[in-house]
T-cell receptor, first 113, second 116 residues
């Protein structure tokens, strides 16, 4: 069965620090990969997605993610975080033509001024 | 992006009553909608896949008689929590897939259910 693993459950950073959130999935075939963000009190929003092509994907608000097929990973990065990046981040996978999205447990990011 | 709207955004009900939550795609037609449940500080758990004009497909462990899903049109899916109990209190989120965008989902604002 497909599964998604996010290694960090809670991350605390100071403003301007660099961010990397890990995401690994278990599926051997073709995958579509997503990172969603949920700001406090708001609904889920898409940060970025990977379907095919360049494995380095750029999303909104300065985020990017790199798909490394050999490592089954899709880590999220941002060079310099801001207080407004405080939110919960979810990695998700749609694999093998299945009609559904499987989410990781989420990483709660707190950025201190 | 596409807009998905849920109603109500929050509801409080007595134990034993039924509650209906609506999910609408406002500016696109959604042949498939998904219902998720999110417990506090946890991830989204897929409950069921709702296909327009056909029966919903439930995930393992989700009681289909308790969580009734209807997808009567291309823009509306409903989730009815029947005979609600306090353990059903949760945040219910619907999402819809835009036909032309394979895999990508757009999410509603969520509906917080509290059962007293």
């Amino acid at each position: 069965a497909q599964s998604v693993s996010q290694h960090n459950h809670h991350v605390i950073l100071s403003e301007a620090a660099s961010l990397e959130l890990g995401c690994n999935y278990s599926y051997g075939g073709t995958v579509n990969l997503f990172w969603y963000v949920q700001y406090p009190g708001q609904h889920l929003q898409l940060l970025l997605k990977y379907f095919s092509g360049d494995p380095l994907v750029k999303g909104i608000k300065g985020f990017e993610a790199e798909f490394i097929k050999s490592k089954f990973s899709f880590n999220l990065r941002k060079p310099s975080v801001q207080w407004s990046d405080t939110a919960e981040y979810f990695c998700a996978v749609n694999a093998g033509g299945y009609n559904k999205l499987i989410f990781g447990a989420g990483t709660r990011l707190a950025v201190h001024p | 992006g596409a807009v998905v709207s849920q109603h109500p955004s929050w509801v409080i009900c007595k134990s034993g009553t039924s509650v209906k939550i609506e999910c609408r795609s406002l500016d696109f037609q959604a042949t498939t909608m998904f219902w998720y449940r999110q417990f506090p500080k946890q991830s989204l758990m897929l409950m069921a896949t709702s296909n327009e004009g056909s029966k919903a497909t439930y995930e393992q462990g989700v009681e289909k008689d308790k969580f009734l899903i209807n997808h009567a049109s291309l823009t509306l899916s409903t989730l009815t929590v029947t005979s609600a109990h306090p353990e059903d209190s949760s945040f219910y989120i619907c999402s819809a897939r835009v036909r032309r965008e394979f895999g990508e989902l757009f999410f509603g604002e969520g509906s917080r259910l509290t059962v007293l």
